[in-house]
């Protein structure tokens, strides 16, 4: 089985947790913090590699984890940054974001990689945090979570040449004259059941690489035969070669290419416009003179684009073909991305930014606060330590939190749901945010 689609929980690892440390040594057994950084968490990183051509090995396995990063330690030690967890990738891999349908990244060259899912920030050390009227902290702050999201696979050959045309109509057979492909070929219909990638060098050295898709039958652009799941690989290739087959005679030719030029153009518009050659194929089972006809008569069908005569079994007119394809290759095949372009790979769009937001709903007896930004400043903070609890209150006084919870009906002893966590509300007695000092480093 050939498999182009596939779901994928991803989750990056989380930070290393900040280390509270106290320096001690023998003469100076009161020394200042020296608690390190916590590293960061591994990021999940998609990589497209040239050598794969199916997202098959996703088949079995579809939760991708990366590791959290090391704690931070004494003596100002930094916690160890984690190794990111890369996944391979055919290209032409485009990576969705299940739940917003954002388009993630476009790995669509060798070597094109993404951030899949982010690996959260270590977190700080006690040795951030020592002021002059405080020179002693035991605060510091749990590592960040990475970003968990579900991932939607999608592979879209990417190929110079796009071949198509109905069952029968030879597309493998000219895959293998052209290139060193080996696809399977029969004398039957349906014997392509999924893409085959060649590489065919050119007499100048460089090279066109070439799809064989399976073939295609009326309906195909609404589902029919194996239509739909393959018209869409021939929308990243830059030329089509429509193959027809001549042994169908004058008029099953002519019905022949009807039907796929029709089935092109209710796939998608972009197929429809794209360079197409059309080829007569099978013309060694054809005298000279009747072959030169039915050419003469296919080219009149669509004048717009040019008509050839071959034999995918002996190579007449092959060379010719490889040829005119290569007239007709513009530049790269179109990104589905269409900004940020890095140079190497096509940029994605980062894991949304952090919002100060949040909203306050009541659930039967408890209160549940959502915002990603708070849930991430609860995230990281050290709930054992009394000081770094007290320091999350005031900045969600400072947000507004514990007002809108006030305004919510929320009451002293009422529990209040963070993200994970659960807390039971004591209101701040200060009187008003204003009041507050507003030292604190932003949550994001
Ligand atoms: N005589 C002759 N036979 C050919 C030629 N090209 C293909 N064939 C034969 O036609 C049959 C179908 O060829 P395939 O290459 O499998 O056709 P396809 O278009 O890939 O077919 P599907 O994969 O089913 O869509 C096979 O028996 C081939 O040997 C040709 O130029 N001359
Ligand atoms: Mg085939």
Redesign the pocket.
Known sequence: MFLDEVELSVSAGRGGAGSASMHREKFAPRGGPDGGDGGRGGDVVALADGNLSSLQSYQVARTYRAAAGGPGGASNRHGADAEARVLTVPPGTLAWDVASGQLLADLDRSGASAILARGGKGGRGNVHFASPTHQAPRRRELGEPGVSRSVRLELRLIADVGLV??????????LARLTGAR??????????LSPNLGVADLPDGGVVTLA?V??LIEGAHDGAGLGQAFLKHLARTRVLIH?VDATLGEEGMVEAQRQVATELRLHSSDLEGKPTLLAL?????LAPEEGARLVARLSRLAPEVAALG?????GAGCPELLAQAEGLLGKRPESLLTAGDAGGFHLYQGPPGLSREFSVERVGETFRVAGESLERLVAVTDLDDDSSVLRLQRQMVRIGVEAALVRAGAEEGDEIQIGVEAFTFYPDPMPSPSAMGNDEPSPS
Do not use: E, Q, R, V
């Not at 696809?183 to 392509?192: L, N, Q, S």
């Not at 071959?310 to 002996?314: F, G, Q, W």
């Open positions: 045309g109905l069952p029968n109509a030879g597309k493998s057979t000219l696809p399977k070929i029969a004398a039957y219909p349906f014997t392509t064989d399976p073939g193959l194929n099978k013309l060694d089972l071959i034999s995918a079994a002996t």
